[in-house]
């Protein structure tokens, strides 16, 4: 996979707008982890679990990459509930 699969249309501009930073991070790892994820969920995210996305996306992505990977430990304001789904999604290519 290179990029999203879901389109933005019937979005809110608050989950268009995360829709896109998560593909739109920086760095490749963290475009496949966070965008793979908001294409399945955003629009299923409550609105305590788009802050909690929102708050998350404040972390630098060599941070992020390595808490996802269980190299770091993040602050627990920042690891709630809806880290623990991002981590736990399926980050390989379901074709495989």
């Not at 829709?19 to 955003?42: K, Q, V």
């Amino acid at each position: 996979m290179t990029g999203t699969t879901r389109s933005s249309n019937g979005l809110d501009d608050r989950r268009k707008r995360l829709l896109f930073r998560c593909w739109h991070r920086g760095t490749r790892e963290m475009d496949l982890i966070l965008g793979r994820f908001a294409d399945a969920e955003i629009a299923n995210l409550s609105d305590g679990e788009l802050t909690e996305l929102e708050t998350l996306l404040e972390e630098s992505d060599p941070d992020l990459y390595a808490a996802i990977t269980g190299d770091k430990v993040l602050p627990p304001d920042v690891t709630g509930t809806l880290f623990a789904r991002i981590r736990a999604y399926p980050i390989a290519d379901r074709d495989v």
